[in-house]
């Protein structure tokens, strides 16, 4: 394309009409050719279609409409902004790789709170130029990446680093010790030389990337090390930095790994978790990975770099870990809680005494969301209940400095209503629906273990799939105002699902699409396993059909088809009947060669073939002996089953909490004073 050969008419009807999706699926498709030929480790192959790639106009379209939409972000030294559509076509045509030179950063420095942030922000240009590259660059990233690093990568997140986490705590024979890794100045000190060495993308682009320099004050200095987070391209070439380390670590065992519990990694960027059998084979790990850093100009920070046993706990990416009597447990760390308090004060008391009500209502949901959001995939009810009191205080004060001469009773009363459960709730005066949302009512969620199999380039309705179900699971998205129009309340029972009471979806009309969010509803989680219930467009609760029970119904008359199933379970049954473990897990192939046949299809793909109570099925075998499912994991294929309390128990508990609806404070109360009992005689 001749660029002077265009007007700005036509330049403009150029981007207004072009087919974004056929480009999307023609880069998808050499995307996905690439990471093929990485891990075939087709070098000759791999160059190909990243030249490709990078000299093909769509990607070029592509890399300039995701620098454009941001419309918001600052320009760089040279001031320019793309914002007719006029300029976008030119800055397509003049996206060259063989003429590219970089400009230098533009710098910004920012104080908050007594703290300078430094601020490198490239020109529109150079961005459009790195997005480019990464066109090319992220498959290769991904084919070579290591498995349980999850910073900055499509379908991954810090949720995944949580669940991983916690799968390695909960197995049987899992680690005692953890050591924590941070790197000092990870991005500011990466050696330009082992990335210009070993990171395969055009080196001269690369080192004009590498070393464009900053402007700072009038005056250029030079980039010699290190790459700056300004760079769109830096998050991939800090991962590729660090991938390896995992290889590494598991080389130490020899050519054949026989424990990959000594030394997995989990990383997400440069914070890194190790874990290992003995606080020395920590120390020995920690003294590779000073090696493998130092080839990279790196070193790590002594403050906060640590051997931990895992008894004692660690805080990873502001969440605490830890173990007691086998089981694993977390929750939001204490310096977590602490900034947010801190954030919480600041915000409230200092920085909103002039704002309207409802803005303040508006930005401190956020706020209290931002952290719900990340922390309620952890035992966090108790930390949620704190700070919503927290909040009440801080509210409280602010109102009292607003308002010196009104009376207390009469501020709490203007401000303040009491909602179904009792608990205090700040409001707008003339709307009560304008109010500040209580964490303790927040859902808590299990945020299942990610398939670290899984490519994004290859198997890409995998991590489509898995992100339309966490949404569902954690009343997110669409999903959201479902929950709220059912007002937390199970579909099926009427009953309000607790916070932390797992929850599933089920379909009202089997007939619909299940994508309509009219056809679905939240059901408490046994609600959907005891019972299979269909409904037509008119019908009420009252017309509710129970599959279930007719089957139960028909088949009771046919005694062979009974006696069957209960020779087939009849080992699994004296299993449990010998067994005197507290918790323990059973594959489903260690079941099946307990019962020596092979499960079902249905008990791989369906939860409720696991939790039938007939007198004959699987369930009868733990249930009859005294144990409980703990934890059914279908993605791992495992069970956890711990012994069941109530079955041992002698103590009466009063018929009315049995018998009346019991309000959702009063059972919280209840359920913390049981958790006080079991932790303060060891009853665990």
Known sequence: MNIEDYSEKMLAEIWDGYDWKRAEEKIFKLQKELTEATISNK???????????????????????????????????????????????????????????????????????????????????????????????????????????????????????????????????????????????????????????????????????????????????????????????????????????QKMLYDLQGKEIEDYRAGYLIRFADDILITARTKKQASIFLEEVKKFLKKRGLILSKNKTHIINVKEGFDFLSRHYYKKDGIAHSSPSENAIATFEKSLREYILNDNMKISQKKLIDSLNAKLNGFATYHRITEAREVFMHLDNVVLALLLQLMRKLYPQTALKKLTERYWYKNVNGIPVYSLPTNRNVKIILLSEIPLVRHNKLDLKKNVYLEPEYFEKRREKLEMEKLSGKYKSLWLKQNGLCYNCGLPIGVDQPRTIIYKNSSLNYHYTTNLAYVHLSCSEDDMFFYDKEETDSKRVDIKRIIEEVCTPNSYRRTKTEKTYQKLFDYFANCNKATFQLTFKDIEEIIDKKLCKTAYTNKSFWYNRNKFDLAHCWNSNGYKMKKLLLDEQKVIFSKNEDYKSKIEIPSILLSTKVPKSAKYEIESFFKYIIEKYKLK
């Open 43 to 245: 070098r000759k192959t791999m160059a190909r279609i990243s030249n490709k790639i990078t000299n093909s106009f769509e990607a070029r379209f592509l890399a300039v409409r995701q620098v454009s939409e941001k419309l918001n972000s600052a320009p760089g030294i040279d001031g320019e902004r793309w914002v007719k559509s006029s300029d976008k076509t030119r800055a397509v045509i003049n996206l060259d790789p063989l003429k590219y030179k970089a400009k230098p950063f533009r710098r910004f420095v920012i104080t908050e709170k007594e703290k300078e942030r430094r601020i490198n922000v490239p020109t529109l240009y150079d961005r459009a130029m790195q997005l480019l590259f990464i066109l090319a660059l992220d498959p290769i990233s991904e084919a070579s990446a290591d498995r349980k690093s999850f910073a900055f990568r499509k379908g991954r997140s810090t949720f995944d680093v949580h669940s991983l986490i916690m799968h390695v705590l909960e197995e049987d024979d899992s680690p005692d010790w953890v050591l924590i890794c941070d790197i000092k100045s990870f991005y500011d000190s990466i050696s330009h030389k082992w990335i210009l060495d070993n990171i395969p993308i055009n080196k001269r682009v690369l080192k004009e990337m590498l070393e464009a320099g900053v402007a700072f004050n009038g005056e250029i200095f030079p980039t010699n090390e290190g790459i700056s987070l300004g760079n769109n391209i830096s998050t991939i070439l800090g991962n590729m930095t660090l991938d390896g380390l």
